[in-house]
T-cell receptor, first 116, second 111 residues
Framework: DTAVSQTPKYLVTQMGNDKSIKCEQNLGHDTMYWYKQDSKKFLKIMFSYNNKELIINETVPNRFSPKSPDKAHLNLHINSLELGDSAVYFC???????????????FGPGTRLTVL | GQNIDQPTEMTATEGAIVQINCTYQ??????LFWYQQHAGEAPTFLSYNVLDGLEEKGRFSSFLSRSKGYSYLLLKELQMKDSASYLCAVRRGKSNYQLIWGAGTKLIIKP
């Protein structure tokens, strides 16, 4: 059973297009995240979302928007794609409300986005 | 500012021991994580330290000194499959949104 899944795994598109990446977790976690990992391998947090609060990294362009239909899903929509958006995007989840546990994050397999 | 430093790349021999260091300067501390990331794959959780000292988990151990802002990951009896990047991350507050990530150390294992 896949804990955190993402689709598609690869996404190649033209500049200016709008695209979405889907993410689902079956761990019953309360918080989901989107990360961007660029060619230098830095993991940059983009969004954090639970059923009460959306936290947006202020450095993320507003062309990026998360949408959560329910607790188990957090999709990423990107409008007007630019060359610099090419990267690997990871979805992750954790049980942030637990005060006893380590609350480590579980990552999806990643979506490699290439903008031409 | 917030900063995490790790060596960019290390090389070690199969069967040997290697220590990957991580130093950090952050406002707030609520635990330090080590994740392993194989090329083209997702990061996976390895270890967590919130108190000073050594945590051992099989071939992997992780050490923390909060006063020095320092951690290391020790890998023993290296195997070829340990070739990966090792990411150090510090959680500054209650939420994982407040994680600061290092750039990772690429570990190359040679036969």
């Amino acid at each position: 059973d896949t804990a955190v899944s993402q689709t598609p795994k690869y996404l190649v598109t033209q500049m200016g297009n709008d695209k979405s990446i889907k993410c689902e977790q079956n761990l019953g976690h309360d918080t989901m995240y989107w990360y961007k990992q660029d060619s230098k391998k830095f993991l940059k947090i983009m969004f954090s979302y639970n059923n009460k609060e959306l936290i947006i990294n202020e450095t993320v362009p507003n062309r990026f928007s998360p949408k959560s239909p329910d607790k188990a899903h957090l999709n990423l929509h990107i409008n007007s794609l630019e060359l610099g958006d090419s990267a690997v995007y990871f979805c992750a989840s954790s049980q942030d409300s637990s005060i006893l546990g380590i609350n480590e994050q579980f990552f999806g397999p990643g979506t490699r986005l290439t903008v031409l | 500012g917030q900063n995490i430093d790790q060596p960019t790349e290390m090389t070690a021999t199969e069967g040997a021991i290697v220590q990957i260091n991580c130093t950090y300067q952050t406002s707030g501390f609520n635990g330090l994580f080590w994740y392993q990331q194989h090329a083209g794959e997702a990061p996976t959780f390895l270890s967590y330290n919130v108190l000073d000292g050594l945590e051992e988990k099989g071939r992997f151990s992780s050490f923390l000194s909060r006063s020095k802002g320092y951690s290391y990951l020790l890998l023993k009896e290296l195997q070829m499959k340990d070739s990966a990047s090792y990411l150090c991350a510090v959680r500054r507050g209650k939420s994982n949104y407040q994680l600061i990530w290092g750039a990772g150390t690429k570990l190359i294992i040679k036969p």
